[in-house]
């Protein structure tokens, strides 16, 4: 018999060898308590949480968590069902509604992760003889969506606009053509050209989807996303979005403008055979979309973080992902697997939580410290913050 686990066997020697180093495993840390959106009990410490999606902070916000609790009350515990069977409720077309008013689109579809909005949507809409053109750095929910598919995959060079347009100009002019870009990328929390690569895929004739995932709720006027701020939104074809970042509870959605967007409904895979999400979740959801529409004070704030989280870090002496701040996200690039797992580790025992970020997920083979800002971060936190990378980078030996 041949063992099917043998295949996995590089990666548990590479893990064992870096346990082996006395280092604390960084991909298993319990949250024992969790205080607010910004503070957790971890080990026994109250510790500074930096490596959350929250970025708007509303996990812990009044009226989300008021919703839920009547909804749970209302509706029970979960569907038990699909969308298209018994498990559509009142709440599910609210919460579909609050995302048609948030994005100002005709359509909405909630899905039961951000994943599955990627992996159903790409797979349903891009099919044989069809092309699906993305960047190479591309989150593993598009590329599952895409192996799912049967159309043809051409990746382009990362945020590079020639490349793309080159790629779409060797594609036969009649074949039907999907591009897929995301606002923010994750890794290195850089934001896409997007205006530019929007308009040499519609010279080419191709749609667009913009996975908005890392955006929604912070970048833009209204927290429509990186499409919205670079003013490109009505050019977009296809926003995916997620609630388990800014919205702060868990699913996933897809808005457009086609008019023949409804159709999926039916012809989805991801979206019909699996269950839809609890009435206590699309409630909290909801309320929670609703109030983003009107969260430019907090969107204002978490720049600001942004800003004295990127200057502070560089002047230390770190070496981050971007040159300027472009969103909540801000890497800090590591110099190898090993040293990135120790600094991981004196920063949780400085009680800072950041995530160590390592390839496959990560692009040209990068070990990153990621961290991601709410906006319930005070401004004394980030000062905090900054105090505990200070000593810890001096102890592992990354600045001096
Ligand atoms: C760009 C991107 N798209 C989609 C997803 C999937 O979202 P969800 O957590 O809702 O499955 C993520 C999650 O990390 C993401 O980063």
Request: charged share 20%; hydrophobic share 40%; aromatic share 8%.
């Amino acid at each position: 018999m041949t063992d099917l686990f043998s295949k996995f066997d590089p990666l548990i020697q590479q893990r064992e060898t870096l346990l082996a180093t006395g280092v604390t495993d960084p991909y298993n840390l319990v949250m024992e308590k969790v205080i607010s959106p910004t503070v957790a009990i971890c080990n026994g410490r109250e510790t500074i949480l930096l490596g959350t999606y929250n970025y708007m902070g509303m996990t812990f916000d009044e009226d989300v968590i008021a919703a839920g609790k009547d909804a749970l009350d209302k509706f029970g515990s979960g569907t038990t069902g699909s969308r298209v069977l018994n498990g559509t409720y009142q709440g599910h077309k609210e919460c579909e509604d609050a995302l048609k008013e948030f994005y100002a689109m005709d359509h909405a579809m909630v899905f039961s992760t951000g994943y599955q909005a990627n992996l159903g949507i790409i797979s349903t809409i891009a099919g044989k003889g069809d092309y699906v053109i993305l960047d190479i750095d591309s989150h593993a929910s598009i590329y599952d969506g895409c192996k799912m598919g049967d159309a043809e995959i051409v990746a382009f060079r990362h945020n590079d606009v020639d490349a793309l347009e080159k790629r779409l100009k060797r594609l036969p002019a009649d074949a039907g053509k999907l591009v897929v870009l995301e606002g923010v990328y994750s890794m290195l929390g850089d934001v896409a050209p997007l205006k530019e690569m929007i308009r040499v895929s519609k010279e080419a004739g191709a749609m667009v989807l913009v996975d908005e995932a890392h955006s929604m709720g912070f970048i833009g006027e209204n927290g429509r996303g990186v499409a919205e701020a670079q003013g490109v939104l009505d050019d977009v074809d296809f926003v995916i979005g997620t609630f388990s970042k800014s919205v702060g509870t868990v699913g996933g959605f897809c808005v457009s403008n086609h008019p023949k967007f409804e159709i999926m409904r039916l012809v989805c895979r991801p979206y019909v055979f699996t269950a839809s999400l609890p009435p206590s979740v699309v409630a909290t959801a909801a309320t929670s979309i609703r109030k983003l529409m009107h969260g430019s004070n907090k969107r204002a704030h978490l720049w600001e973080n942004s800003k004295v989280l990127h200057k502070g870090l560089r002047d230390l002496g770190f070496q981050l992902g971007t040159d300027e701040p472009q969103s909540a996200i801000i890497a800090v690039i590591m110099p190898d697997l090993e040293q990135g797992a120790m600094m991981w580790e004196a920063l949780l025992e400085e009680g800072l939580y950041v995530n160590l970020a390592r390839p496959p997920a990560t692009p040209a083979g990068m070990t990153l410290l990621r961290c991601s800002l709410c906006a319930e971060h005070s401004i004394d936190q980030v000062g905090e913050i900054l105090g505990r990378f200070e000593r810890a980078g001096k102890r592992v030996g990354i600045i001096s």
